[in-house]
């Protein structure tokens, strides 16, 4: 069905909590099943072979697919709607992930990875913007933040869950749970999301990217996005590695991811809500510095109790950033199209998730593990440098304060 006025959607109409619900579900589910194996990669990756740099080009394969993707699939559903792209990225990502436990190399496996990537360009993004459709204005970082709930609960979980299923069954067992969860989540999408196009949406004007990326905010949350993805990236990919040379096992390392990801999805509704009172710029920076602190640490924190607590420092930093990130995407949406600016700030996650492991990949080699936090952390305290000096001085309103406000 498809609606030419969402006006009761921005007012958070039945309609529009359904949308929210549904998605909220589909989200978890979706990434409870990505988390699951993502504390698994680089140790599976590792079995087939794949060095350093292998390592790096396998966890960033994913991601480039979705730097060339999400733009283009956003914009297009800001005019063909959300419901079938989400829909079919969902079935796509359920067959794609049997084919893990088939791949017998390294190479196929960056195959599986990339193919995975366009996949996700077709749910993630998608959602996002379909949730921001019915975000009331002034509201932005509550309802965002609330949705972030899901993929963080759900990436938090995962890991935990992956790393108990390879000790008990083996990697196998891992992506043959991410397939089911994933066929779930298409399952709920197809039959209970509704599909709404607003007519603003259709015969709005599209904006050049070329020009979106000119905008001084647009580039601030670009450059924010993208630095975080880096931190992120670099704890992901090689976390794992360093804290099995310090004997942490299979499911202590879950342990500490879903530690992390768990502290910033319990925060992030508390952040949302303060997103929307107070300057979104400045939590960003604050949030950003607490994240960032802590990889410089990590080398020295040998042994699994030390790690944990660095991680919950990372998730704190995580979730006062996250939400007036989001609500400032979300009103940077309002004016030149959700799902094309949706997409291009998923994709400034992914230039991060391909560029971390693939920098981290010859520090490693080059210079040994420890050195691998360092340059993320360099790296991140210079992005959220440049954040500040590109949005220091913005006006526009609901940038810097909820129009609320």
Do not use: C
């Amino acid at each position: 069905m498809g609606l030419e006025d969402n006006e009761a959607l921005n007012e958070h109409g039945p309609l529009g909590k359904r949308i929210f619900s549904v998605l909220f579900l589909v989200l978890f589910v979706a990434t409870l099943g990505l988390g699951i194996v993502a504390p698994l990669m680089p140790v599976f990756a590792e079995s087939l072979g794949a060095t350093g740099i292998w390592l790096g080009v396998i966890f960033s394969g994913f991601s480039i697919s979705r730097v060339i993707f999400m733009p283009l699939i956003g914009r297009l559903s800001d005019s063909r709607g959300r419901k079938k792209f989400i829909t079919a990225g969902l079935l796509l990502y359920a067959v794609l992930s049997l084919l893990y436990p088939m791949a017998g190399s390294v190479y196929s496996l960056v195959a599986v990875r990339l193919i995975h990537g366009f996949a996700s360009a077709m749910v993630f993004p998608i959602a996002m913007a379909y949730v921001a459709d019915v975000s009331r204005r002034g509201n932005e970082g509550e309802t965002m933040g609330t949705f972030n709930i899901a993929m963080f609960l759900g990436m938090g979980a995962g890991p935990l869950l992956g790393g108990a299923l390879k000790d008990a069954f083996g990697f196998p067992a891992a992506f043959y749970s991410m397939s089911a969860l994933t066929a779930v989540a298409f399952l709920i999408t197809l039959f209970f999301l509704p599909d709404v196009v607003s007519s603003g949406a259709r015969h709005r004007r599209h904006v050049p990217f070329r020009k979106m990326v000119e905008s001084r905010t647009m580039k601030g949350i670009l450059v924010f996005r993208m630095v975080s993805a880096m931190g992120r990236g670099s704890i992901m990919a090689f976390l794992p590695i360093i804290a099995a040379r310090y004997d942490v096992t299979t499911t202590q390392i879950g342990v500490i991811i879903s530690s992390l990801v768990f502290v910033t999805a319990l925060l992030q509704r508390p952040f949302g809500k303060l997103a929307d009172r107070f300057d979104r710029v400045v939590l960003v920076i604050v949030g950003s510095v607490i994240a960032t602190l802590p990889l410089f640490f990590v080398p020295q924190m040998k042994g699994f109790v030390k790690l944990f607590i660095l991680g919950g420092f990372v998730g704190l930093g995580s979730a006062v950033a996250m939400p007036s990130a989001s609500a400032i995407s979300v009103v940077v949406g309002q004016r030149i199209g959700m799902g094309a600016t949706m997409g291009l700030f998923t994709s400034a996650m992914s230039v991060g998730m391909i560029v971390a492991p693939i920098l981290s990949g010859i520090v490693m080699d080059m210079f040994g593990i420890g050195s691998v936090f360092y340059v993320s952390g360099t790296l991140s305290a210079v992005g959220v440098f440049f954040f500040y000096l590109l949005l220091s001085g913005e006006e526009m309103p609901g940038i810097r304060y909820s129009e609320d406000v």
